[in-house]
């Protein structure tokens, strides 16, 4: 699911919501570097098994993040989600 599914998800959920998975943690993180929600995602812990994530939790989606899930920001969107995209890649890297 990309990144504004989840927008759209999290929308007709009742906030704060708490997301499990960490495929929808790691597309939350887009979703709060392009500014569109507000949230807090604990740090993944590196185990002896592999990375393990907490859960994260919504807190808001923000003015810019209603205008997107209403269509007003299409394209400026597309280019902050992409950027975004970039960023949570070059963070995870280190």
Request: charged share 20%; glycine share 6%.
């Amino acid at each position: 699911m990309p990144p504004m599914e989840l927008l759209h998800q999290i929308a007709r959920e009742p906030l704060p919501c708490t997301i499990y998975a960490p495929a929808e943690i790691d597309k939350l993180r887009v979703l709060r570097a392009a500014e569109l929600v507000t949230a807090f995602i604990p740090p993944a812990e590196t185990l002896p098994h592999g990375e393990s994530h907490k859960p994260a939790q919504v807190l808001s989606i923000t003015d810019k993040g209603q205008q997107a899930l209403e269509g007003g920001l299409e394209d400026a969107v597309a280019a902050e989600l992409a950027l975004a995209r970039m960023h949570c890649r070059n963070q995870g890297s280190h």
